[in-house]
């Protein structure tokens, strides 16, 4: 099956992939003005049907936002509390999502709020730990990703911190 154009109104999507997957021919570019989701369902004959969605949803455990979530996240990247309104809600869906959570970081560091720091690296940490030993050989290796070691990385800096202004 080759795909030619494809004119769907906003989402951004890595199709090369998706195409892929599905052993489809690449098609041409996307235009984007919305944000949309894709949805794949291999049906019980063998076919495979997509549908276009407009919400957040968790694959293999890593968190996927559509495009206009995207953007406000990167928009309101100073934002403290709407990043970690943000990481929070990923956390209760026991997801991750590297570039919240290494924003959320920095600027709870900034804030001086070491706890609540350590709490999401110790997060990250477990989760990483997780991910790496229940990996299935297939999917993304998220524990490597380059946001979450540095986000590891930085907790004995932070113990370190807690115990002076403890002092």
């Known amino acids: 099956m080759t795909i ?19 052993g489809l021919k690449r098609g041409d570019e996307i235009s ?3 944000s949309l989701e894709i949805e794949a369902v291999i049906t019980s004959d063998g076919g495979t049907s997509l549908s276009l969605r407009d919400s957040r949803q968790v694959i293999n455990s890593s968190t996927q936002l559509p495009a206009s979530s995207i953007d406000e996240m990167v928009a ?11 990481t929070r809600s990923i956390i209760e869906e026991n997801s991750i999502l590297p570039y919240p959570f290494e924003r959320t970081i920095i ?23 997780k991910a790496e030993a ?8 998220i524990w490597k ?19 002076k202004s403890q002092t």
């Open 134 to 141: 229940n990996w299935d050989g297939q999917s993304a290796m």
């Open 145 to 163: 990703s380059p946001r979450l070691e540095r986000c590891v990385a930085r907790i004995p800096k932070i113990q370190e911190l807690i115990t």
């Open 76 to 86: 309101r990247k100073h934002d403290l509390e709407y990043q970690l309104a943000l």
């Open 32 to 34: 984007q003005s919305k």
């Open 4 to 22: 030619s154009k494809y004119c769907v109104s906003g989402f951004r999507y890595r199709m090369k992939k998706l195409f892929g997957w599905f």
């Open 107 to 129: 600027l709870l560091r900034n804030a001086k709020r070491y706890d609540e720091e350590i709490e999401i690296c110790n997060y990250i940490e477990n989760y990483c730990k």
